[in-house]
């Protein structure tokens, strides 16, 4: 069921609200508790009931060998890392079959000339995200910062529907203090006005900014075999804003709706395009998959307590395997690698202590990203470099037939007067909603701003308003979440 589609704005969401607060003011938290598992479990087997056995039984297997590391006594390590590591080796075989498997076979064939065939494994939804959060969860149950001894709050926390599908990764420890706390059973007016708000705000984002822009970086990546220089610009930067408006749009969606039953979940976006290094970026996007590989991944690694040379070798290590998490292809494996380089050069650099002028330290990060993005976003390596070679000019320069006589002397070195964009159908209303958005992503406050700023004020109930309407008016045109894929 998707955030975005009139199923769940007029039907699940309200009914599950209702439900759920009418059977805690009867003081019957268990029930309450029972019927939100029931609603969550609802929620994910909308898309394909196929696939409850297999969250139904991953979350099983993790509260079992979860409870387990809990239970056994510190002078027992060596039997702890055993199961610590039985318990991550199968999430992740869970995860690598169904995400991994015919990317595997694909390499093998290659080198080796055998015709294996590929199971065309459907990914079954949210797999990623969930098998995350448990793996961390199990980490944190072996540090001895997590203790679960009822399966139904273990089930409610992997669950809880506003963050299942896509995050933000949350950690039992955050999570479990707000469902036990007797203030969140109780209906809060200024947690359902600000919940509303940032539900409205993240919609609109979705509905009217990132499916808007998706058409054009569709056509340029899907459709088109060629891109001149500026429509390639207008294709990947169509695709850096929509990945943002719709990624944070869907996390912003995420936090009202839990908003609505009094949980506050982790902040995911920090107006990322802001930031003037790689570190300052990855501090901002997707904070919590940062987070996660931060404490599961770098630390474990060795972090950079072990010289230099290491330290660059762990970022450069967590960064692949960020790329490789995202999907089975070696354009994310390149896209992980870039930026595992990208975080040494930084790390290095910052050793020097020089300083770059801040606008400038802002273009060479922004425009890195972008150029990173074309990777995550093709398809393959052909349709990567296609892009690439428009955004470098090595497929030719059209500007607009109206320059043509007074730059009539650049005839001479290639360049074109016609329609700018005639490879992806666009005109000159796609730049300027370019600029438009751009200025909200680095002028315009962010939701964590609008949250933490937030007064139950007039004002405030026109904008949602406007946004609301403005969103449920597009809602005709559904489309999936970019993040559903990864």
Same mark, same amino acid.
């Given at each position: ?10 039907? %699940? ?7 759920? @607060? ?13 019927? $939100?598992?029931?609603?969550? $479990?609802? @929620? ?5 009931? *196929? ?212 949980? !506050?979940?982790? =902040? ?32 474990? &690694? ?17 960064? &692949? ?46 425009? @890195? ?5 074309? %990777? ?7 349709? *990567? ?17 109206? &320059? ?19 490879? =992806? ?6 730049? &300027?909603?370019?600029? *438009? ?6 002028? *315009? !406050? ?41």
């Amino acid at each position: 069921m998707l955030f975005n589609s009139y199923e769940f704005i007029f039907v %699940f969401l309200p009914i599950s609200f209702f439900i759920y @607060f009418y059977l805690n003011s009867l003081k019957k938290f268990k029930e309450a508790k029972l019927f $939100l598992l029931f609603a969550s $479990l609802f @929620f994910y087997s909308w898309w394909n009931v *196929a696939y409850l056995p297999l969250i139904l039984g991953s979350m099983v297997f993790n509260y079992i060998v979860g409870t387990k590391l809990s239970d056994i006594k510190h002078n027992d390590n060596n039997y702890k890392r055993i199961l610590l590591t039985f318990g991550i080796i199968s999430n992740i075989f869970l995860l690598g079959y169904f995400k991994y498997s015919d990317f595997f076979i694909e390499n093998i064939n290659f080198l080796t000339g055998e015709n294996i065939p590929l199971l065309h494994l459907a990914l079954p939804l949210a797999i990623s995200f969930f098998t995350f959060q448990q793996i961390a969860y199990l980490v944190d149950s072996y540090r001895g910062e997590t203790r679960e001894y009822d399966f139904l709050n273990y089930a409610v926390f992997v669950t809880f529907f506003p963050q299942l599908i896509a995050g933000p990764i949350v950690h039992h420890k955050e999570m479990m203090p707000q469902f036990e706390d007797i203030k969140t059973k109780y209906i809060n007016y200024k947690n359902i006005a600000l919940g509303l708000s940032i539900f409205a705000l993240g919609l609109f984002k979705k509905v009217a900014i990132a499916d808007t822009l998706s058409v054009y970086a569709n056509e340029g990546f899907n459709l088109s075999t060629e891109l001149k220089f500026i429509e390639a610009w207008v294709t990947s930067l169509s695709y850096t804003f929509q990945l943002y408006f719709d990624f944070s749009g869907y996390t912003d969606m995420a936090i009202g709706a839990a908003l609505l039953f009094n949980i !506050k979940l982790p =902040i995911n976006f920090n107006s990322p395009y802001k930031a003037v290094n790689i570190q300052d970026f990855w501090r901002r996007w997707h904070i919590t998959l940062s987070r996660f590989l931060r404490d599961y991944v770098y630390i474990p &690694l060795g972090g950079s307590k072990k010289g230099d040379l290491l330290t660059y070798r762990n970022l450069f290590l967590t960064f &692949l395997i960020g790329g490789i998490w995202h999907g089975a292809g070696w354009t994310f494996v390149v896209w992980g690698a870039l930026h595992g380089i990208a975080m040494v050069i930084h790390r290095i650099w910052s050793r020097f202590k020089i300083k770059m002028n801040r606008f400038l330290a802002w273009f060479i990060t922004f425009n @890195f990203v972008n150029i990173a993005w074309v %990777f995550f976003r093709a398809k393959d390596f052909e349709d *990567a470099l296609k892009v690439l070679k428009g955004m470098f000019a090595l497929d030719g320069v059209i500007l607009p037939y109206s &320059l043509s006589e007074k730059f009539a002397f650049l005839a001479d070195y290639g360049i074109e007067f016609n329609r700018i964009m005639p490879n =992806i159908d666009a005109g000159k209303e796609v730049i &300027l909603m370019l600029f *438009a958005v751009g200025a909200v992503a680095l002028f *315009a !406050k962010n939701s964590y701003e609008f949250l933490i700023n937030f007064k139950p004020k007039r004002v405030y109930l026109v904008f949602t308003s406007f946004l609301l309407a403005v969103a449920i008016l597009k809602l005709n045109q559904i489309s999936e979440f970019l993040y559903f894929n990864f």
